[in-house]
């Protein structure tokens, strides 16, 4: 190299210049001062197929899954209406309970005022009526009982409490109790023949059965047959024997 281009620094138009020369194509060249990029690589036959899934299974997948999702629809569906059936009986219950302890609120109390009332009848049912019109004062004091019994009456009549006085009716054992069975040609078999204590009936709600005594119908008693004689083991008093004899 001589000397007058010894210091003499080499550009790039002298490298153009030089390709040129040389015959090599300008798509050759370098881009700049950097490295040309590489060309993208290209994929992989086999693996693009194997990526690829196969014909059918996407539908079967899906169906699969929708097929899941309706049974989890269903038993949810089924468990909702189950719980809301649930709470409605119990709505129900609740209501006819606080419906039925409006109307029977009061029945403890009734029942507690029936001894109050039998004594009531027993002491107007206690003398005659021709003891009561001879004294004035006792007359006053029987008109004072039957007001008395008539306000309780009708106290219980505001609340729905009728009386059960079922002398002459059938024998029902929902509504009677019945403590003996007597002969009783008046009344037929099965027949009510005396009341011992008057039942109470609030709404239909049963408060106290009337204490009775039922006819078993018995042949009528003999004309002036009279009352025998009580025997060992046996009571006189009124009506533990009676006359059957034709």
Known sequence: MSEGTKDTPITEEDVARVLRECGADE??????????????????????????????????????????????????????????????????????????????????????????????????????????????????????????????????????????????????PHRHEAMVEIPDHETPAGHISQVFEKGYLMLDRLLRPARVAVSKGGPPAAPGAGPQAAGPGQGNEPGTKFDTKV
Request: hydrophobic share 40%.
């Open 27 to 172: 798509a050759e060249q370098p881009a700049g001062k950097g490295e040309a990029p590489q060309a993208a690589p290209k994929p992989d036959p086999a693996q693009a197929a194997a990526a690829k899934p196969a014909p059918g299974q996407p539908e079967a997948h899906a169906e699969s899954r929708i097929a899941k999702l309706e049974a989890e629809v269903a038993t949810l569906k089924e468990q909702l209406l189950r719980e809301l059936a649930e709470g409605e009986n119990l709505r129900k219950r609740f209501t006819r309970e606080r419906e039925e302890q409006a109307k029977y609120a009061v029945a403890p109390l009734a029942k507690d005022l029936l001894p109050a009332v039998d004594n009531l009848r027993r002491a107007l049912d206690s003398l005659p009526a021709e003891a009561i019109g001879a004294d004035e004062r006792l007359k006053g004091l029987m008109a004072g009982i039957e007001m008395t019994e008539k306000a309780v009456l009708d106290a219980f009549a505001k609340h729905n409490i009728t009386v059960v006085d079922p002398k002459g009716e059938k024998m029902d």
